[in-house]
């Protein structure tokens, strides 16, 4: 998720280097130093702007998408607040309390199939 994370904001920071230096340059008059010296310096604070939004914003983004929040009894026991929401929202979405009736029924079969191995 790293990986992806660095990507999507070296790829914000490169196109925002390159549009903000191709909108600053002056095509009138290519070899006026002064002129392109403030183009890179004004394009590298733009890709650096970027970079950090874009790695703060695809962190979060990526995060929220990809990780769930797991059902921790612990949780609960330690005031999780995180904890409250996802059963919240389970309750309120008929889809994720189907999922989660036949994740609890595929628990209880698994125990049952265990307590009669013992015997």
Avoid: Y
């Avoid at 280097?17 to 008059?29: A, G, K, V």
């Avoid at 070899?31 to 890179?40: E, R």
């Avoid at 999780?80 to 059963?87: A, E, F, K, S, T």
């Avoid at 889809?95 to 009736?101: G, P, Q, R, S, V």
Wanted: some cysteine; overall charge negative.
């Amino acid at each position: 998720m790293v990986v992806w994370i660095k990507r999507i904001s070296t790829i914000l920071a490169g196109s925002a280097f390159f549009i903000t230096l191709l909108i600053s340059i002056d095509f009138s008059n290519l070899l006026d130093t002064s002129v392109m010296f403030s183009a890179l310096i004004k394009s590298f604070f733009a890709a650096s702007l970027f970079w950090f939004c874009g790695f703060v914003i695809a962190d979060v983004l990526l995060k929220g998408v990809i990780d769930d929040i797991p059902n921790d009894p612990m949780n609960l026991l330690e005031g999780g607040l995180l904890q409250h929401i996802h059963n919240q929202q389970v309750q309120n979405d008929p889809i994720l309390a189907e999922m989660a009736d036949a994740a609890r029924e595929e628990k209880d079969n698994s125990g049952e199939d265990k307590g009669k191995k013992r015997k």
